[in-house]
């Protein structure tokens, strides 16, 4: 599909999920989870995210998941959940499926709301055993309430998934921006919300590279090439 009629259905779709949004009070923190069809841990990491949340007072946190076209059976499950921070979830439209498309959306929603955004892994913690606890989200989060525009969480890979990294796109990430990092495609990121609106005015002209999995390199490119404050 070219990308002047992709660029227009986000459009369209995007306007739409905004007119569902509840912005009553506003919102300090986006979560945006991209979901599949290969997603059965979502409905466990929701859960949990939600408890950690309520340990963490003074802010306002909006939970917001996006599946692909094929994930009908998901999202009924996930809005079905009884969870105590507002939510709100969606599926993409076949021409724009995919997950850079997805994050755009966060990216979207967090600069309407003047929020900060986190990104997480609909199967992080199946996957990647992470423990997921209050202290590793304020972690996590606090590189951008400092000094920092972005941090990107450093995750465990099955090196059978991901082969080319440690001997291809890191090196090369090394050798041109000056930047050792442990993994560029772990699915984790956090911005600030000055970093989400130079993303989100951004994206729009690189459609065709991060509607599936160049978001992360995208992302992280971004930030060197405007010297923004990175952590990992």
């Known amino acids: 599909m070219r990308a002047v009629n992709s660029e227009r259905i986000f459009d369209d779709n995007l306007q739409l999920i905004l007119s569902q949004l509840n912005n009553e009070g506003g919102y300090d923190l986006v979560i945006g989870i991209p979901f599949f069809r290969e997603s059965p841990h979502l409905p466990e990491l929701l859960q949990l995210v939600d408890k950690i949340l309520c340990k963490l007072i003074g802010k306002r946190y909006l939970i917001v998941c996006a599946g692909d076209q094929y994930c009908n059976e998901t999202l009924s499950t996930i809005q079905g959940l009884q969870l105590e921070n507002p939510h709100m979830e969606y599926l993409m439209p076949a021409e724009i499926s995919g ?56 995750m465990p890979q099955h090196f059978g998934l991901n082969s080319s990294a440690p001997y291809f796109t890191l090196p090369i990430l090394e050798s041109i921006y000056g930047i050792r990092i442990s993994s560029a495609s772990g699915g984790v990121y956090t911005f600030d919300h000055s970093f989400v609106e130079e993303l989100a005015e951004e994206a729009k002209f690189w459609s065709g590279f991060i509607d599936g999995y160049g978001f992360d390199i995208w992302s992280i490119t971004r930030a060197l090439v405007w010297d923004k404050r990175i952590c990992e």
């Open 99 to 154: 997950r850079g498309m997805s994050i755009r959306t966060f990216l979207e929603i967090a600069n309407v709301m003047e929020a900060d955004l986190i990104v997480f892994s609909a199967n992080m913690e199946a996957e990647q055993g992470i423990g997921i606890n209050e202290v590793w989200l304020e972690q996590l989060l606090s590189p951008i309430s400092g000094n920092y525009d972005m941090a990107f969480g450093s």
